[in-house]
């Protein structure tokens, strides 16, 4: 009989948290405008969220806690900076592609251990920082 790997507590609520996101966002509508400048992205990004109310909620316990990211710009910034492109990938490509290139980077956070917990859930940066911006927009 061959033993099976353990998976401890953190492992397990990592990966629902970011299966959990990449489910969501993979069944919200998407149009396949590109948009460029900071403000331009600040607008777009909420949209790649669904139920805007629970966003919000994650977004105010987030903002309490950094408050020092309370402006939509250098959320924006803080979000798209590690995409393949940086600042420049939003102006680059739709929606859809946008929206694999933000769920990559939810599962690179997971995986580096970028979390934050609000209100006992576990999140990464980027979809908190995604919250915030519907709170903001």
Same mark, same amino acid.
């Given at each position: 009989?061959?033993?099976q790997?353990? +998976?401890?507590?953190?492992?397990?609520?990592?990966g629902?948290?970011?299966?959990?996101?990449?489910?969501?966002?993979?069944?919200?509508?998407?149009? *396949?405008?590109?948009?460029?400048?900071?403000?331009?992205?600040?607008? $777009?990004?909420? $949209? /790649?969220?669904? %139920?805007?109310?629970?966003? $919000?909620?994650?977004?105010?316990?987030?903002?309490?806690? +950094?408050?020092?990211?309370?402006?939509?710009?250098?959320?924006?910034?803080?979000?798209?900076? %590690?995409?393949?492109e940086?600042? %420049?990938?939003?102006?680059?490509?739709? *929606?859809?592609? /946008?929206?694999?290139?933000?769920? *990559?980077?939810?599962?690179?956070?997971?995986? *580096?251990?970028?979390?934050?917990?609000?209100?006992?859930? +576990?999140?990464? $940066?980027?979809?908190?920082?995604?919250?915030?911006?519907?709170?903001?927009?």
């Amino acid at each position: 009989m061959m033993a099976q790997p353990m +998976v401890n507590r953190r492992q397990l609520l990592l990966g629902a948290g970011a299966f959990g996101a990449a489910v969501a966002l993979r069944l919200l509508p998407w149009s *396949d405008a590109p948009v460029s400048g900071q403000g331009a992205v600040a607008r $777009r990004l909420p $949209r /790649l969220l669904g %139920h805007p109310d629970s966003a $919000r909620v994650v977004g105010r316990a987030y903002l309490r806690l +950094v408050p020092a990211e309370a402006r939509p710009e250098l959320l924006a910034r803080l979000i798209v900076k %590690h995409l393949p492109e940086g600042e %420049h990938t939003p102006a680059a490509v739709a *929606d859809g592609e /946008l929206r694999e290139l933000l769920l *990559d980077g939810v599962r690179q956070d997971f995986q *580096d251990g970028k979390t934050v917990e609000l209100e006992g859930w +576990v999140l990464s $940066r980027t979809e908190a920082r995604l919250c915030a911006l519907v709170v903001l927009a």
